[in-house]
């Protein structure tokens, strides 16, 4: 067996897991660090071990694009390619497809688009994402779905579903006949958007096919928060007890939390790498602006107490300076602290199932921090540094 | 005496040095990074060490306007604020003054411009560089200048050299009268132009006042390579032997080697972390477009046989992916290895200087070295990331 609850709250659906792959062992719950274009943005595969990353996820879709199968293919994987040789899940590319390219047809066979790139004419299908995902060495492969946007009519989602269905047979059929000694495993998608019923019916069809893993779909951060619990809500009580669940693409840190709460093991999200990007860190008490004057001369670091690299040497007033300035190290001091905080995050989480005081945790955690609400989307589907 | 000279060549005018400052020793001929606005660009102080910086630059001009001195002076000094515990070099803003704001008046008591952040009136006299410089808490103190535009007609660069004269002159009584314990190293700037008397003249004249250590000014990068050379040779020898010569803003390597064989101890230069942020690494063998698609599969590092840590960790093939997709990681890997290369060439022209080879190794790297002509000047008067 790949996977393995080790314990399970007794208030809450949460577990404490372990998830065996290729490149190594992930111990659940657990956050993949976004590595879009095969690197996780501004940092280095060392720094992403010390911050405690033990998965972290690449996108199949830019990487199909740029720099392409074959420089991939010749530098031995995209392991070998960015010198991380621990698990990496890649996604099916679905969902940039249908967000990011000019999307022409989608068929039975597949989806024909444009590349965000430079325009040219690309296809992807079931089968084409299988193979792009083994040449790229993935440990966790993730089925190729439509990604309805949010919210789409009942009709639209059903025939959607329909077709989802019909892809995630034939990954699992491709998956059959090709794996063989590296063995990755491969994840279905449960769509449905906001109908109870589709997301029941999504999620008994892809169990019935045996996956060894069920991600959550169609849902991002930019979305209503009981929209996304909804959606979790209405897919966990049809997901076989051991086989590792995956939430795609969310959230904050409290989403976080209450996720775990309803039973989901896998994370990934952009929001840690991007954020920095703009000047705002995470904390226990919610996010900081740093372009704010109150750090104008704030000694203290970003969160006090806080063990990552960034906090243990450099100030507030420092970071805000850089900020301010446009200085690359800036965005990189955030990125470490945001990405320890995420991972830490998860750490804790499983400190607390281990001790059986998940529950106390959760309360107090969520308590504690401000609420923050995106505006926009935040899944990744960003091509700019 | 803070500087001594361990050894001179008998061939050239080099010599192998020691400076020492309030925050340590520097070992000449010495390569100093530029961190412009309180961090060299995309690099932690760490990193800096690991590269083997000795001393790094700070530019008041950029400081005094951002995050501004009452900021630093709360943080500790610009050590504690950027996290940096050895020795600092600080310009005079003087340069900068005159190439990146829009310059207002120059008078015999200063100078007045606008900010180029915001357009805010701002006023720099000697005496005030000269407090600034001590409030960052610099360990070499630059004299506040005139830097004409390169060329100058003789009359104006007469005029302009004797208000700069004047100006040294304040500076160092005003270093004199208030410099106290930590008692910053004063370096006095040589001008002239391209004119042999002027600086003839401008370097007799600072060495009659008894400065720190003299620094060759009015050059950048962008000029032909033999106006350089000239501004130097006219310059170094009414130098006297016993104290450091810096040459500001300069050079490519091969240049570095040319000027250390013409008796200059001290450099910095803008190339290696502004060329890595274009996708320009630095080899023995000249520079490297990186952006190139030659490298599209290279699976060797930038320079084979490089101890740096991008050369032992990461492939062409992959930098310049990261170069073309507009990732940070790209220009971070192949910044440290530029900074490697430069900081490394003064560490072989150390060693070569102690063993008395310096001939043959000036001889053997610039005749390797494929010369590299930036087109515009690449002195630090960047304010973009």
Partial sequence: MHFEVLSTDIISRARRGRLTTAHGVIETPVFMPVGTQGTVKATTPSELLEVGAQVILGNTYHLFLRPGLEVIQHCGGLHKFMGWDRPILTDS????????SKLRRITEEGVHFNSHIDGAPCFLSPE?????QQTLGS?????FDECPPYPSEYEYTATSLERTLRWAYRCRAWGEKRRNGTHPLLFAIVQGGIYHDLREKSARELVSLDFDGYAVGGVSV???????MRAIDNSEPFLPQDKPRYAMGLGTPPQLVEMVARGIDMFDCVLPTRLARNGTAFTATGTMNLKNATYRTDLRPIEE????STCRSFARAYIRHLVKAEEILGLRLITIHNLHFYLNLTKQIRAALEAGTFARFREHFVANYVRYEPQVSERESEVEP
Same sequence: chains 1, 2.
């Fill in 222 to 228: 930019g979305e209503p928060e009981p929209e996304m």
């Fill in 305 to 308: 107490g806080c063990s990552c």
């Fill in 128 to 132: 084409l994402s299988m193979q792009v």
């Fill in 93 to 100: 590319g679905g969902f940039q497809v249908f967000s990011l």
């Fill in 139 to 143: 440990d966790i492969v993730m089925a």
